[in-house]
């Protein structure tokens, strides 16, 4: 059973979250959208956010990712659908999605090297930490994604943000 939404944290901390979405801006422009959709997906799918997951797949979907890719993405390894850069940033967003049992290994660090340029694996690693954040807030306050609800709180936000 779905429990019922616990808070909104657009409402109890608006100016935080103002600064999230800033943030996610940053970090959306420096990297590929289909990789960046790639990336907050598999995060999504290890931790089970079902709101995130529900709005990642939206997104990529209408920015033009295949469902075929969406739908192997949990089994990207196993998959000739991945690029090697590909393989190499999801290899990354796992490792820091699981940090507690990977420790963000050396072998998956150095990995980015070959397809990445420093400044870029900052981003990818911010990435991750994003996507990680907005997880753990969606899955906390038991938040359901709502395309329409959610496209309408996004435009209220860049309404209420000083020119």
């Not at 608006?14 to 800033?22: G, K, N, Q, S």
Request: aromatic letters at 8%; hydrophobic letters at 40%; a negative charge.
């Amino acid at each position: 059973m779905v429990e019922a939404p616990r808070m909104d944290i657009t409402k109890l901390a608006p100016e935080a979250y103002r600064h999230l979405i800033a943030l996610e801006g940053t970090i959306a422009s420096k990297i590929e959208p289909r990789l960046y959709h790639l990336i907050k997906l598999r995060a999504s799918q290890i931790n089970g956010c079902a709101f995130c997951i529900g709005m990642h797949t939206d997104e990529a979907l209408r920015d033009g990712e295949t469902i075929e890719r969406i739908a192997l993405l949990d089994a990207w390894e196993e998959s000739s659908l991945y690029s090697d850069k590909e393989r190499a940033a999801l290899e990354w967003v796992e490792d820091l999605t699981l940090i507690a049992d990977t420790h963000a290994p050396k072998e998956s660090f150095d990995g980015l090297k070959e397809h990445f340029s420093e400044e870029e694996v900052g981003y990818l690693t911010l990435a991750a930490t994003m996507i990680n954040t907005w997880n753990r807030i969606a899955i906390s306050s038991r938040g359901q994604y709502n395309r329409h609800l959610f496209e309408q709180q996004r435009n209220e936000l860049k309404l209420a943000e000083p020119a």
